[in-house]
């Protein structure tokens, strides 16, 4: 089921956003709101940097940075961060519905997202990551217009390698779009050649 409103807006302080000027709940500190926020809108910061799917990244909300206990393991804390977007024509596949590489898109960056979360609330800052592996199963379409909102969890992080989860919810419809898991990793250093 749909998390509400209220679930995800328990307990939280809000930050207002610089780029979208909505409230970005959670109890996240204001410092780790504030990175991740800047993380979505590098788009509006540095224009001249050519991103992928820019358009789309710029046009999430970042609603929800929260840190808590793991349900499972009280020991180990776990990182939550939450986008909504409208869907747009940049995101539509020919059947008129959000296609299945902008899904897969969502899962990468929002659960990357996540992760920095955690990382920089645990250790103060973050390192670059890259994708070894994403998992996406398609539950039901979302369409023009509709609003979605993405649920990121961080899984595990440590080592070389960290996990994020992700939901993917139409509100209109109160229904599950996909969900994903995805695995990154350190990148190998690079080798020199003599």
């Known amino acids: 089921m749909a998390p509400s409103k209220s679930e995800s807006d328990a307990g ?12 970005i709940n959670g109890n996240a500190s204001n410092h780790v709101k504030k990175l991740l926020d800047d993380q979505v809108h590098i788009p509006s910061r540095k ?27 009280p020991s180990r804390v776990e990182a939550k961060c939450v986008m909504e977007i409208v869907v747009f024509e940049d995101m539509m596949n020919l059947a008129n519905t959000v ?10 960056f929002c659960s990357s997202l996540a992760l920095v979360a955690l990382d920089v609330t645990q250790h103060g800052d973050y390192s670059l990551s890259v994708s070894q592996a994403i998992n996406v199963v ?38 599950l779009v996909a969900s994903g898991v995805h695995i990154k990793m350190l990148p190998s250093k690079a080798k020199t050649k003599l």
Do not use: C, Q
């Not at 939280?12 to 409230?23: D, F, G, Q, V």
């Not at 991103?51 to 349900?71: G, Y």
């Not at 993405?150 to 109160?174: C, D, F, M, P, Q």
């Open 12 to 23: 939280s302080t809000a930050l207002t956003s610089t780029y979208t000027h909505s409230p």
């Open 99 to 108: 296609h299945g590489g902008a899904i897969a898109y969502f899962i990468d």
């Open 138 to 175: 398609f539950h039901s379409p979302a369409a023009l217009g509709e609003k979605i909102r993405i649920i990121n969890k961080s899984v595990t992080s440590g080592g070389r390698s960290a996990t994020g989860r992700t939901e993917i919810w139409n509100l209109n419809h109160r229904r």
């Open 47 to 73: 224009p001249e940097i050519p991103l992928f799917a820019s358009s789309i990244m710029d046009k999430m909300v970042l609603t929800e940075v929260s840190i808590s206990p793991n349900a499972e393991e």
